[in-house]
């Protein structure tokens, strides 16, 4: 079973900010928060990761709260190629057997 | 920078066939290598992983094998293909356990 709730979908303006929600409130300290995207068809695209600090990349931010109960992945300034399904993930690292649990997701539209 | 190719990208194929999954990764040596099924509308389910050539780990028992003949190249086959094989089959690397998996366009393998 996912160890993550998300909002099953969320729309938001093209050029505006997209705040992403999750909560993992039975998170483990050795566990990292993932962030992937699927498009339809697509194989998942990684965003994201990190265990307990904010991290930046040139996609996403991500804001991890500091009793690492729920975080946010903040896509800048969405386009209409960001609209995809999300997923948040919580994971182990060095677990090779550990099977990625995707839950359902928070579907994004972003519209013109 | 990296890349991973899946192919074929969809497949179909008469219950009883044998089955060949290739899946080759470029610009990194020695990656992690996974083979996953997504079955519709749900998490992914890890299949198999390596850590390095000949060097095969299975995570379910089923009909499926894996190889791998070269370091960056992994292989899923069946000698006898079951109508439950069927679903959406990625392939994944990780530069190690301890990093994000990067997932292929994956294959859509339908079993008649």
């Known amino acids: 079973d996912a160890k993550t709730t998300q909002p099953t979908s969320m729309d938001c303006a093209e050029g505006r900010a997209a705040n992403l929600p999750c909560n993992h409130s039975?998170?483990?300290?050795?566990?990292?928060v993932y962030w992937y995207r699927q498009i339809h068809s697509q194989g998942p695209q990684y965003i994201i990761h990190?265990?307990?600090n904010n991290e930046t990349n040139e996609m996403a931010s991500l804001i991890i709260t500091e009793d690492r109960k729920s975080s946010t992945l903040i896509l800048p300034h969405a386009t209409l190629r960001d609209t995809a399904v999300y997923y948040c993930?919580?994971?182990?690292?060095?677990?090779?057997?550990?099977?990625?649990?995707f839950g359902p997701g928070t579907r994004l539209s972003v519209l013109p | 920078s990296q890349t991973i190719h899946q192919w074929p990208a969809t497949l179909v194929q008469p219950v009883g066939s044998p089955l060949s999954l290739e899946c080759t990764v470029e610009?990194?040596?020695?990656?992690?290598l996974y083979w996953y099924r997504q079955a519709a509308g749900r998490g992914l389910q890890l299949l198999f992983y390596s850590v390095g050539i000949g060097q095969i780990s299975s995570e379910v028992p089923q009909n499926l094998s894996a190889s791998r003949p070269q370091d960056r190249q992994f292989i899923l086959s069946s000698k006898k293909l079951l109508l439950s094989d069927s679903g959406f089959y990625l392939c994944?690397?990780?530069?190690?356990?301890?990093?994000?998996?990067?997932f292929g366009d994956g294959t859509r393998l339908s079993i008649l």
């Open positions: 990190g265990l307990k």
């Open positions: 610009g990194t040596s020695n990656p992690n």
């Open positions: 994944a690397w990780s530069v190690s356990s301890n990093q994000p998996q990067h």
């Open positions: 993930i919580v994971r182990a690292g060095g677990d090779y057997g550990q099977n990625f649990v």
């Open positions: 039975t998170i483990s300290g050795n566990e990292y």
